[in-house]
T-cell receptor, first 113, second 114 residues
Framework: AQSVTQLGSHVSVSEGALVLLRCNYS??????LFWYVQYPNQGLQLLLK??????LVKGINGFEAEFKKSETSFHLTKPSAHMSDAAEYFC???????????FGAGTRLAVHP | DGGITQSPKYLFRKEGQNVTLSCEQN?????MYWYRQDPGQGLRLIYY???????QKGDIAEGYSVSREKKESFPLTVTSAQKNPTAFYLC?????????????FGQGTRLTVV
């Protein structure tokens, strides 16, 4: 069985500051891991994915995430926040070869001037 | 233009009525999913289908029904048995077992009980 825990339901940063959104997962098989972003009243857009290749994954809009098996973590980072990054972010996990995605509760990112 | 289309974007239901949410994809994906989103609870899986004419219950299937008669279509019916249907509903698809694992999402349907 798979599960995801996102630490912090709300994160607030200043424009230009580092963004760090935390995700820990549980999986009985090697996982696929994902970060999605959601803007108000819209669907989810894929930011990046880990599929057992490189442990440091680069995504769109300057985001990246590092898979750490020993810590069962897949934290999302961006060196410098932009106002347009304000949105809700979801971490998700699925089992290799079986595509049902299990989502965390989400983290709402606020960016202030 | 490939993608997933959900309709309608907004839907109002009277208590005791069944309503059907539409989801169509032209990505040639085998797998399709329905999620429910409530504030602070993330996305919860209602039903999923990995192949035509087959589907499985997710974590919160009670009060919902689905069909998968065509590869492109996976409609969700919210029945009168669903006691608290007001929510944002998201449909997604993925290529299926062995393919690229990420899911692609539609723009959602916001259902409100009036």
């Amino acid at each position: 069985a798979q599960s995801v825990t996102q630490l912090g339901s709300h994160v607030s940063v200043s424009e230009g500051a580092l963004v760090l959104l935390r995700c820990n997962y549980s999986s009985s098989v090697p996982p696929y891991l994902f970060w999605y972003v959601q803007y108000p009243n819209q669907g989810l857009q894929l930011l990046l994915k880990y599929t057992s290749a490189a442990t440091l994954v680069k995504g769109i809009n300057g985001f990246e995430a590092e898979f750490k098996k020993s810590e069962t973590s897949f934290h999302l980072t961006k060196p410098s926040a932009h106002m347009s990054d304000a949105a809700e972010y979801f971490c998700a996990v699925s089992a290799s070869g079986y595509n049902k995605l299990i989502f965390g509760a989400g983290t709402r990112l606020a960016v202030h001037p | 233009d490939g993608g997933i289309t959900q309709s309608p974007k907004y839907l109002f239901r009277k208590e005791g009525q069944n309503v059907t949410l539409s989801c169509e994809q032209n990505l040639n994906h085998d797998a399709m999913y329905w999620y429910r989103q409530d504030p602070g609870q993330g996305l919860r899986l209602i039903y999923y289908s990995q192949i035509v004419n087959d589907f499985q219950k997710g974590d919160i299937a009670e009060g919902y029904s689905v069909s998968r008669e065509k590869k492109e279509s996976f409609p969700l019916t919210v029945t009168s048995a669903q006691k608290n249907p007001t929510a944002f509903y998201l449909c997604a698809s993925s290529s299926g077992t062995g393919g690229s694992p990420e899911a692609f999402f539609g723009q959602g349907t916001r259902l409100t009980v009036v």
